[in-house]
């Protein structure tokens, strides 16, 4: 390809709202532009590490015998009310109707239309199991769209979905792409983890993420180094440090106006974790009280669980369903549901008084909230001690860049998609639903690989492999070398760019750096005349004067041992 021809549309300054590495970037090197919030144009050089992504996605997904379908992006409701799901999905959703009034909606996933698919078309034992996928647009109508394409309202997903007899099956073909899956990062050169995850709105009984490592993201996962225990602080279970408490006699303190756990703790001079947070939250079945230390945060999906949906009271609703102005909650007496975290079954602390301007201490689980269930709601914060051997977690941000989850028979049995087993009994297909976002893939890539000038791209995603550029285009020797090694390294096969533009050396230089080709080819007279061309790599900076004559065999060995 040849620059002068290409539209590489480079920008000096990046967007004013851009705050993650990835989405500067990725804008200003050229590979997207934004239309509207959360709605992206891929450039040509953003297709190009699209499609690298992809085609190493497909081929991972054949080796597992997965088959390439297509669902359509528009769908009728009735799939997603067969399955509940066109009501329990809220604003997500972009709805429609047709011309005929028909409710329709743009697909978020495709759950529904597979298992229709199932449902017409697989029928005996022998034609499991099955996995199917695709690589194709999906449409979400996101709360906050925003770092750069790393939450879009429209974007690409890979979603695969499996289709087995029985759980044994389900265990198979989950197994393979969880290993599938670990090929895909790797061979897309991004660090990640795999993790526990929550089954969420999807429903089944086991999840896992793939989370790459970046101050982008907006997961935290929790990780020990000790046993290799991986979970998103979602579910994280964790042991914090018992806090140095001793025995308190129950008595009140005036706490004039003190309501937060910072007055309270600054009024007391005592440290957050001798308190006892009492948060009162709404559910669909009334009120509940949640306990936690002070020095925690509850975390609400670990309390959704226990729960269901739920929201913080107001301080109206405090005063009219505990009798207490907010700020003063303790967890005596209240006859309502409470959820305390097991960090409170020891230790004395202090707590709301139930009453304007007063605190208690000596609080106890065993004098005052005995009548409380015991559950881990706290999110888990670095320190905390692993729930499975004890040592020191470590909490991480991360990209979602993929999750894979057991559906078990949640579409299956509403969408009536069944099989005739071996004793011609009817059975309902037990499923998987897998899915990886390219974009996030590509995103974690820059998060991950660059430096001060732009982009590290690992090879086997970038754009192009190589970029060859001549300092001088007037210089008529360079121009001849460079167009001979140009088609020199294209016949070998590689995917090489050609900066044949007129411009100054620095600007040819800045940009390659910014759009961060891993290798470069530098053609100046001088070294030239001595038969020598400098060979850069981008990752390292390393330069190296080779011989003309070797350039082609150089690189060519260099793809090949970064290729293995
Ligand atoms: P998140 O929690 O980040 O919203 P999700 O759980 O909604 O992700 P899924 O519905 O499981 O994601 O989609 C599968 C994959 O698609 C995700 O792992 C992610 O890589 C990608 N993905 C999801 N939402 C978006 C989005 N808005 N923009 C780009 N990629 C996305
Ligand atoms: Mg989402």
Redesign the pocket.
């Known amino acids: 390809m040849r620059y002068s021809k290409y539209f590489i549309p480079t920008l000096k300054e990046a967007p004013s709202d851009a705050e993650a590495v990835s989405h500067k970037l990725m804008v200003r090197a050229g590979f997207v532009r934004q239309l509207a919030a959360g709605l992206y144009i891929y450039l040509p050089l953003g297709i190009r590490v699209m499609e690298k992504i992809n085609r190493i996605i497909r081929e991972e997904m054949n080796a597992i015998g997965g088959q390439e379908v297509t669902m359509p992006v528009l769908n009728p409701a009735e799939v997603w009310q067969q399955t509940g799901r066109w009501d329990v999905i809220g604003d997500e959703m972009f709805r429609l109707k047709d011309r005929g009034g028909r409710d329709m909606c743009l697909a978020m996933?495709h759950e529904e239309t597979m298992t229709w698919l199932a449902s017409h078309d697989l029928r005996s034992y022998r034609e499991l199991p099955q996995i199917w996928y695709q690589v194709q647009t999906k449409l979400?109508d996101?709360a906050r769209p925003k770092s750069g394409v790393?939450?879009?309202r429209e974007?690409t997903?890979k979603d695969s979905y499996s289709f087995d007899k029985d759980e044994e099956g389900l265990d198979r073909s989950y197994q393979l792409h969880l290993e599938a899956y670990k090929k895909i990062y790797s061979r897309c050169g991004i660090r990640f983890y795999v993790v526990q995850s929550d089954t969420?709105m999807m429903g089944g009984s086991m999840a896992h993420e793939y989370m790459a490592p970046s101050p982008a993201g907006?997961d935290d996962v929790a990780l020990c180094d000790g046993c290799g225990y991986a979970a998103n602080t979602e579910l994280a279970l964790s042991s914090p440090k018992q806090s140095a408490t001793s025995a308190e006699p129950f008595e009140e303190i005036a706490t004039p106006e003190r309501r937060t756990i910072e007055e309270v703790t600054r009024f007391l001079k005592v440290t957050p974790d001798r308190l006892l947070k009492s948060i009162l939250v709404m559910t669909e079945k009334g009120p509940v009280l949640a306990l936690v230390r002070g020095d925690q945060t509850l975390h609400e999906k670990k309390l959704a669980k226990l729960v269901g949906p739920h929201r913080p009271a107001q301080k109206d609703e405090v005063k009219s369903g505990l009798g207490v102005p907010a700020g003063f909650i303790g967890p005596m007496g209240h006859k309502i549901r409470k959820i305390a975290d097991p960090v409170l079954k020891e230790g004395t602390y202090i707590a709301g008084a139930n009453k304007e301007g007063f605190h208690v201490k000596g609080v106890t689980a065993a004098a005052h909230f005995s009548d409380a269930e015991f559950a881990d709601i706290h999110t888990a914060s670095a320190g905390d001690a692993c729930s499975q051997c004890g040592k020191p977690l470590r909490i991480e941000k991360v990209i979602?860049?993929?999750?894979i989850f057991k559906l078990g028979t949640k579409y299956s049995v509403p969408l009536k998609a069944n099989y005739l087993d071996e004793q011609g009994n009817e059975k309902p297909i037990v499923m998987g639903s897998y899915?990886?976002?390219p974009?996030?893939i590509a995103a974690a890539a820059v998060e991950q690989g660059n430096d001060k000038d732009g982009i590290i791209w690992p090879l086997s995603i970038a754009p192009f492999q190589v970029e060859v550029i001549p300092v001088n285009v007037k210089d008529q020797p360079s121009m001849d070398a460079a167009e001979e090694l140009y088609a020199a390294l294209v016949e070998k096969g590689f995917e090489v760019l050609l900066d044949d533009r007129d411009e100054r050396a620095g600007v040819k230089f800045k940009d390659a750096d910014l759009v961060g080709i891993p290798y470069r080819v530098i053609i100046g007279d001088r070294n030239l005349k001595e038969g020598l061309v400098e060979f850069k790599e981008r990752r390292t900076g390393m330069v190296e004067k080779i011989k003309v004559a070797e350039v082609v065999e150089f690189v060519a060995k260099r793809i090949v041992m970064e290729s293995v």
Do not use: D, W
């Open positions: 996933t979400r996101e790393l939450r879009t974007f997903m969420g907006e979602e860049v993929g999750n899915g990886i976002g974009a996030r």
